[in-house]
């Protein structure tokens, strides 16, 4: 098993959609969770941050963390074609200086 | 946030040559830098831990010969692709950890190696 899980879709919505990405773990040590987005031939942004179970939100976006199920999850509303792009979700056990392991990333379209 | 830069973004070499890569960190210093590789549509592929004033972390299958890390000073990280080959042809990714209270890493833009 690995030790993060994603669905790489790839995703397709109408544009004004909410989508939801989702990503499992095995790995109980993680305690640090992000979400990154990246665009085609482009580094990764860091879109969210979280380190505790339950909701925030910036914007448009709201991510989730339940660390009892393992489990973390971004949503997007009125998402817009300028979201279409990889999302990946990434983890660690010990903050910025600790290596992220990733998920493989789910491509989303957002269809105007 | 935090602004990684990378130096060239993108790069296109005979086979056998060598490259460098440059990664710095603009306006934050790092002691600890990250190089990634991601093949197309693919996750990112964690290669090695650049740390500063010390010898950088492989990850295991990662030549440690082939791919030279100097961690030069506190913005700056270089990656070497030695006697490069077509199979080595990727994109390459460095990230930072800013050091603020969002304790968390920045990437740089990316660069695509291509070996001919």
């Known amino acids: 098993q690995k030790e993060v899980e994603q669905d790489p879709g790839p995703l397709s919505v109408p544009e004004g959609a909410i989508v939801s990405l989702n990503c499992t773990y095995s790995n109980s040590a993680f305690q640090y969770f992000m979400w990154y987005r990246q665009y085609s031939r482009k580094g990764p942004e860091l879109l969210m941050y979280t380190y505790s179970s339950g909701n925030k939100e910036d914007g448009r976006f709201t991510a989730q963390v339940d660390k009892s199920s393992k489990y973390i999850s971004l949503f997007i509303r009125d998402s817009q074609p300028s979201d279409s792009a990889t999302y990946l979700c990434a983890m660690n056990s010990g903050g910025s200086n600790y290596k992220l392991t990733f998920g493989k990333g789910t491509l989303l379209t957002v269809n105007p | 946030g935090a602004v990684v830069s990378q130096h060239p973004s993108r790069v296109i070499c005979k086979s056998g040559t060598s490259v460098k890569i440059e990664c710095r960190s603009l306006d934050f210093q790092a002691t600890t830098m990250f190089w990634y590789r991601q093949f197309p549509k693919q996750s990112l592929m964690l290669m090695a831990t650049?740390?500063?004033?010390?010898?950088?972390?492989?990850e295991q299958g990662v030549e440690k010969d082939k791919f030279l890390i100097n961690h030069a000073s506190l913005t700056l990280s270089t990656l070497t692709v030695t006697s490069a080959h077509p199979e080595d042809s990727s994109f390459y990714i460095c990230s930072a950890p800013s050091g603020s209270v969002t304790d968390t890493q920045y990437f740089g833009p990316g660069t695509r190696l291509t070996v001919l």
């Open positions: 650049s740390n500063e004033g010390s010898k950088a972390t492989y």
